[in-house]
């Protein structure tokens, strides 16, 4: 990977993250959720909803970027995740995408400090050691085709046991 980024796992509470963007683990509808999403609605306030009403949805796999109104962050980029429906589904690929679009949305957009969420791991029920090993290499990927293209990426855990998880995940693509 590129040696001009730094790329860490933290635990703590996204919406706190004074990031020039942070990533929503969406529905396709856009309107708000539960978990990641719903904490991400509330801290930016109403103003978040009514600016996604106006995108017309995001299908899975794909990326949207709103600004993020009272949230620390500058911007949201709104992904959709795929529900875990046994691995057959090509949901690691759709997993990966969420990954890729987002940098690719950040990097038109030149955001350079992105915090991600554990994508697809709460709600949507993908295995947490499976999306860490998907989510950290989908961002070594883009990281070595865009090499200066961020300054900081996060992937940011609400718990300590899903945290370990990921810097592992992020260990061995950085050692591979
Ligand atoms: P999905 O529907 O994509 O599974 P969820 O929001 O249910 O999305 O969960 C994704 C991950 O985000 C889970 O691991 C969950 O523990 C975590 N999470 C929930 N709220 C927050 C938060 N405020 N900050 C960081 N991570 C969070």
């Not at 995001?58 to 959709?80: D, F, K, M, S």
């Not at 969420?98 to 690719?104: E, K, N, P, R, V």
């Not at 961020?150 to 260990?171: K, M, P, R």
Request: with cysteine; glycine share 12%; proline share 3%.
């Amino acid at each position: 990977m590129s040696a001009d980024v730094r790329w860490d796992v933290v635990t703590g509470d996204l919406t706190r993250c004074a990031t020039d963007a942070i990533v929503n683990a969406a529905n396709s509808s856009l309107l708000g959720g539960g978990g990641v999403d719903g904490a991400i609605h509330r801290a930016a306030g109403p103003r978040l909803l009514a600016e996604c009403r106006t995108l017309g949805g995001c299908p899975t796999g794909e990326a949207r970027i709103t600004a993020g109104y009272q949230l620390a962050a500058r911007h949201v980029i709104h992904t959709v995740g795929p529900v875990w429906q046994g691995g057959g589904n090509g949901e690691a690929r759709l997993l990966a995408s969420c990954y890729t679009a987002s940098l690719t949305l950040a990097l038109d957009h030149g955001l350079r400090t992105i915090a991600f969420p554990a994508i697809s791991t709460g709600i949507y029920g993908y295995p947490k050691q499976a999306a860490a090993a998907v989510a950290a290499d989908a961002v070594n990927q883009l990281l070595l085709e865009e090499p200066g293209g961020f300054d900081d990426i996060f992937f940011v855990c609400f718990d300590e046991a899903s945290a370990a998880i990921y810097a592992d995940a992020v260990q061995a693509v950085r050692s591979s």
